[in-house]
C-alpha cells in the first residue's frame, strides 16, 4: 500500500483511540461481570492487545512515573490507588499518543504488505481474530438490559476526559471510599462493549488495508504483463516462433476442421455430393481425433493410478466415472475454446489487460476515498454508521471485482453476506426511526455490533476466495514459462549439444590431446601473466627486488678495461717515450672510459690513405679492431642505460603483464554475477522503470486536466459527495432504498449550503441528482485517482536507484506531493517537469533522447 493510504488507515486507528480512549484494559476485563463467561472477556482482551502491539503506543514511560509517584497505603486502598494510576496513566498515554501520531508521516504503524504470502497470511491472521470473537459477538456474549439508560456509551465516551478529573480528585479526597467504580476505565460493562467497538474498528480498518495492498500488487502484476506482450506486439515476428509446434499443430488441425464443416454445411445446404479429397480428407481427421482423445484419456487414467495407493474395486469404478465426466466437460469445453492465430491472441492479452488495469485503478480510488470518508466521526453513533456504510461499500467493491474479472465464487457467501447487510441497515433504520436523535441505545447498539461482525466476517471470507482467484486470472495472461519462450533456443542448443558430444565420442583421443594441451595453455597463462606478475609486483614494493635487465655492468667494465689497454699499447709502440710516463697512459686510459681514442684516431686518418698497403704492412687491422671494440664499449653503455630505465618503470611493467589476465578474469566475473543477478533488480532497469512511470503519469494527469469532469470545483463536489456502489442492481431493493435516501439527503444539504451562500454556485458545480450519473462521475475521476496512486507506487519500489541522501529525500517529497489529494492535475503536472529537470539520471535520458 502506498504511503498517503497508509496514513489515512494509520488516521482512523487515531481517531478511534481517540475517541475510545481506554489505555488499561486489563484492569476492567479482568473483573466477571453481567453473568458472561469469563472466557469471552479474556478472547476480546487477547484481541485487543494484538491489536494496541501492532500500533506499538508505548506506555512504560508513564508507568514508571506513576509507580514513583504513589505512595504505599493499605491494602484496603489498593484499588482506589490502580484506578489514580489508571487515570494518570490514561492522560499521559493520550499525549504520547498524540506525539506518536504525529510522527506517522515519517514512519508509519503497519508495515505495507509487499507480497502475496504476507497477504495471504494477513487473511488468515483475520479469520483467526475473527474465530476468536465469535462468542463475543454472539448471544453469549450479549448484556441483558434491565434499563437502558444504564450504562449510556455515548455519554460515558463523551464524558471521558471530564470524569477522569473528577474522579482522581474524588479518589485523593476519600480513600476509603469507592463511589468512582462506575469511570469507563473501571467499569467493566461499559469497557466490555467499547473494547466491541474498538475491534470492530480496527478489523474494519485492517480489511480495507489488506484488500488496497492487495489491489496494489495486482496493479505491479498487470503492468508486467502488459509490458512484457507490448514488446510482443513491438516484434511479433519472434513471437510466432516462439508457439510451439504442438501449438500450430493444433491451430491448423482447427483451421481444417472448420474448413470440413463449412464444406459439409455447404454440400448439405446445395445438395451437393462430397468429393474424394474432402471425404478422405474428413476421415483422417476423425482418426486424428480420436487418436488424441485416447491418448489423453490413458494419460488421465495413469495419472489416477499412480496417485492413489491402494483403492477397491468400487472405489475405481467411482473414479473412472468421475473422471469420464469429468474428461466429457474437459472436451466440451475445449469444443467451445477456439484457439485463435498469435497475433490475434496479443491483440485480445493487451486489451484484456488494459481492461484489468482500469479495473484494478479504479477499485484502488474508491477504497481510497472510503478510507477518507471513513475518519470523520465523532461518536460512537457516527462511527457505526460510518462503519456501516464502508462496509456495504466494500461488499459492493468486491461484487465489482467479481463481475470485472469474471469469477465464480460460491453463491452461499454472497447471499449470507447480503442478507447480513439488509439485516444490518434495517436495525440502523428501525433505531433512527425510534430516536430523532440517531443515538442508539444500548440493545441497539448491541445488535448492531453482531450484524456488523457478521458482515466483517462475510466481506473477510469474500475477499479470500475472490483474491486467489482474481490473481490466478490475472497470472493468465502472464509472461509464459522460461522453456515455452525459449523453446527453438533450446532444441537448437541441445542438437548441437548432441553433435558435440558425438564428435567427441567418436574423437576421443583428439578431445583428450585437446584438453591437455588446453589445460597447459590455461596454466602457462596463469603462470606467466597472473602468478609470476603479482609475485613481481609484490616483490618491488616490498623489498625494491629488480628483476628486469639485459646486460651486465662487470662484462662493460671489463670491455672498456680492455679498450684502454689497446689505446695506451698502441701508444707505447709508437712513441717510446709514452712508456716512461705513467701520468699520460692514465690520461689515455681515462680518455678511452670517456670514449675518446682520438690518439689513435690520428694514425688511422694517416693509415686509411694507403689502405691496401698498411692493411697488409702497416696497422689499419689494429686500429680497425680497436675501434670495433670501443663501438662494443659503446653498445654496452647503451645497454646499461635501458637496464637502468626498465628497472625504474619495472612496476609499471609487471602491472602491464597483469592486465590480460585481469581483464579476463573480470569478464568471468561480470557474467557469473549477471547470471546470477535479477535483471529486474539493476540500477539501471529501475532508472527506466521510473522514466516511464513518470511518462505514463505525465500523461494520465495531462488527460485528467483536459476532462470535462476534472475541473477543480467539480472534483470538490465529488469528494464532498458520497461513494455510490456500482453494483446496486445486484443488491437488495434495502440498500439500494438506503443509498438512494443518502445521496437525497446528501444533495438536499448540499443545496441549502448553495443557497445560503457557503459553497459554491450551482450554476459551477451543477447537482448530480442521478444515481447513474454520480456513477458514472465517481468511475471517471476513481480511475484517474487509482492509476495515479498505482503509479506512485511502483515508483516507491524503484525508489533506492535515486542515489545521493539529498535526492533521495527530494524524491519522497515529490512523490508526496504526487499522492497528495489536495493538489490538482496541473500542480502535479509541474511536480513531473520538476522532476525530470532535477535528477540526473533522468536529464541524462532526455538528452539521450
Known amino acids: ?205 485492517d480489511q480495507m488495508t489488506t484488500l488496497l495492498d492487495f489491489l496494489f500488487l495486482l496493479s505491479l502484476e498487470i503492468e508486467s504483463n502488459l509490458e512484457y506482450w507490448e514488446r510482443k506486439v513491438g516484434d511479433h515476428s519472434w513471437y510466432l516462433y516462439e508457439k510451439t509446434p504442438l501449438f500450430w499443430f493444433n491451430y491448423h488441425r482447427q483451421q481444417i476442421t472448420k474448413l470440413v464443416e463449412f464444406e459439409d454445411r455447404f454440400n448439405k445446404m446445395h445438395n451437393l455430393s462430397k468429393t474424394k479429397s474432402l471425404q478422405l480428407l474428413s476421415t483422417c481427421l476423425s482418426k486424428l481425433n480420436q487418436s488424441l482423445e485416447w491418448i489423453q484419456s490413458k494419460l488421465l487414467f495413469r495419472k489416477v493410478d499412480n496417485n492413489s495407493n491402494v483403492v477397491s474395486n468400487l472405489e475405481h469404478r467411482v473414479k473412472e466415472q468421475q473422471l469420464a465426466s469429468k474428461q466429457e466437460t474437459d472436451s466440451n469445453n475445449k469444443d467451445k475454446q477456439y484457439i485463435l492465430h498469435p497475433i490475434k491472441e496479443l491483440d485480445n492479452r493487451m486489451k484484456r489487460l488494459g481492461k484489468f488495469e482500469k479495473i484494478t485503478a479504479t477499485s484502488i480510488g474508491r477504497l481510497c476515498h472510503i478510507l477518507e470518508k471513513s475518519k470523520d466521526f465523532q461518536s460512537v453513533s457516527e462511527f457505526n454508521t460510518v462503519i456501516i456504510q464502508g462496509l456495504i461499500l466494500l461488499y459492493d467493491l468486491l461484487l465489482y471485482l467479481n463481475n470485472s474479472f469474471n469469477i465464480n465464487i460460491n453463491q452461499n457467501i454472497i447471499d449470507n453476506n447480503t442478507n447480513n447487510i439488509d439485516q444490518l441497515i434495517q436495525l440502523l433504520s428501525n433505531s433512527n426511526s425510534n430516536n430523532n436523535n440517531n443515538i442508539l441505545s444500548n440493545q441497539q447498539l448491541q445488535d448492531v455490533q453482531k450484524s456488523i461482525y457478521k458482515v466483517l466476517n462475510g466481506n473477510l471470507l469474500f475477499a479470500k476466495e475472490s483474491s486467489a482467484k482474481i490473481y490466478e486470472r490475472v497470472t493468465q495472461d502472464c509472461m509464459p514459462g522460461y522453456f515455452s519462450r525459449n523453446w527453438l533456443k533450446l532444441t537448437i542448443g541441445s542438437v548441437a549439444l548432441g553433435i558435440s558430444i558425438k564428435y567427441s565420442y567418436d574423437n576421443v583421443d583428439v578431445f583428450k590431446q585437446n584438453l591437455k594441451e588446453y589445460k597447459t595453455a590455461l596454466i602457462r597463462f596463469y603462470k606467466d601473466h597472473l602468478e609470476e606478475p603479482l609475485f613481481n609486483i609484490w616483490n618491488v614494493i616490498r623489498y625494491d627486488k629488480k628483476t628486469l635487465s639485459v646486460s651486465d655492468p662487470i662484462s662493460l667494465q671489463s670491455s672498456v678495461d680492455s679498450l684502454g689497454r689497446m689505446v695506451v699499447d698502441y701508444a707505447i709502440d709508437h712513441n717510446k717515450s709514452v712508456s716512461s710516463d705513467t701520468q699520460l697512459q692514465e690520461k689515455l686510459v681515462e680518455l678511452a672510459s670517456r670514449g675518446d681514442i682520438s690518439s689513435v684516431m690520428k694514425s688511422y686518418e694517416n693509415n686509411i690513405r694507403a689502405p691496401i698497403q698498411n692493411l697488409l704492412f702497416g696497422d689499419l687491422i689494429r686500429l680497425i679492431l680497436i675501434q670495433v671494440q670501443k663501438e662494443k664499449v659503446d653498445i654496452d653503455k647503451a645497454m646499461v642505460a635501458i637496464d637502468k630505465l626498465l628497472q625504474a618503470n619495472e612496476l609499471n611493467f609487471q602491472i602491464l603483464a597483469a592486465i590480460p589476465a585481469g581483464i579476463f578474469i573480470s569478464l568471468i566475473i561480470w557474467q557469473i554475477k549477471k547470471l546470477l543477478t535479477d535483471p529486474k ?169
Open 1 to 205: 500500500m502506498s504511503h498517503t493510504t497508509h496514513n489515512k488507515a494509520a488516521n482512523i486507528k487515531r481517531s478511534i483511540s481517540d475517541l475510545i480512549s481506554v489505555t488499561q484494559w486489563s484492569v476492567p476485563l479482568s473483573l466477571t461481570h453481567d453473568n458472561i463467561d469469563h472466557e469471552i472477556d479474556q478472547n476480546l482482551l487477547d484481541v485487543i492487545n494484538q491489536l494496541r502491539n501492532r500500533i506499538s503506543i508505548t506506555t512504560s514511560s508513564s508507568e514508571k512515573k506513576t509507580n514513583n509517584d504513589s505512595d504505599s497505603n493499605s491494602d484496603n486502598n489498593q484499588l482506589t490507588r490502580k484506578k489514580v494510576k489508571s487515570v494518570i496513566s490514561s492522560s499521559s498515554n493520550n499525549n504520547s499518543s498524540n506525539k506518536y501520531y504525529s510522527t506517522i508521516g515519517e514512519k508509519s504503524l503497519d508495515e505495507p504488505l509487499t507480497s502475496l504470502k504476507k497477504i495471504n497470511q494477513s487473511v488468515l491472521n483475520q479469520i483467526n481474530l475473527m474465530n476468536k470473537l465469535e462468542k463475543v459477538f454472539s448471544n453469549v456474549g450479549d448484556i441483558v438490559f434491565n434499563n437502558d439508560n444504564d450504562f449510556d456509551i455515548e455519554s460515558s465516551v463523551n464524558s471521558n476526559n471530564s470524569n477522569s478529573i473528577k474522579n482522581i480528585n474524588s479518589s485523593n479526597n476519600n480513600n476509603n471510599n469507592d463511589t468512582n467504580d462506575d469511570h469507563i476505565e473501571y467499569n467493566p460493562s461499559l469497557t466490555y462493549r467499547l473494547g466491541k467497538q474498538f475491534v470492530l474498528g480496527h478489523l474494519f480498518v
Open 681 to 849: 533488480k539493476t540500477l539501471p532497469y529501475s532508472q527506466t522503470v521510473i522514466f516511464a512511470t513518470l511518462r505514463k503519469l505525465h500523461r494520465t494527469l495531462t488527460i485528467s486536466n483536459s476532462s470535462d469532469y476534472n475541473n477543480s470545483k467539480q472534483q470538490q463536489s465529488l469528494h464532498a459527495s458520497n461513494l455510490i456502489p456500482t453494483t446496486l442492481q445486484q443488491m437488495s431493493p434495502i440498500v439500494t432504498s438506503y443509498f438512494k435516501t443518502v445521496s437525497s439527503a446528501n444533495n438536499s444539504r448540499r443545496n441549502s449550503l448553495d443557497s445560503s451562500g457557503s459553497t459554491t454556485n450551482v450554476n459551477d458545480t451543477p447537482l448530480l441528482t442521478s444515481l447513474q450519473q454520480q456513477q458514472q462521475h465517481q468511475q471517471i475521476s476513481f480511475e484517474q485517482y487509482g492509476l495515479v496512486l498505482s503509479c506512485t507506487f511502483k515508483l516507491r519500489q524503484h525508489q533506492k536507484s535515486v542515489k545521493g541522501a539529498i535526492e533521495n529525500q527530494w524524491f519522497k517529497e515529490d512523490l508526496f506531493d504526487l499522492e497528495s489529494d489536495h493538489l490538482q492535475p496541473s500542480d502535479k503536472i509541474i511536480t513531473i517537469n520538476r522532476m525530470f529537470t532535477t535528477y540526473s539520471f533522468l536529464s541524462k535520458k532526455l538528452g539521450n533522447n
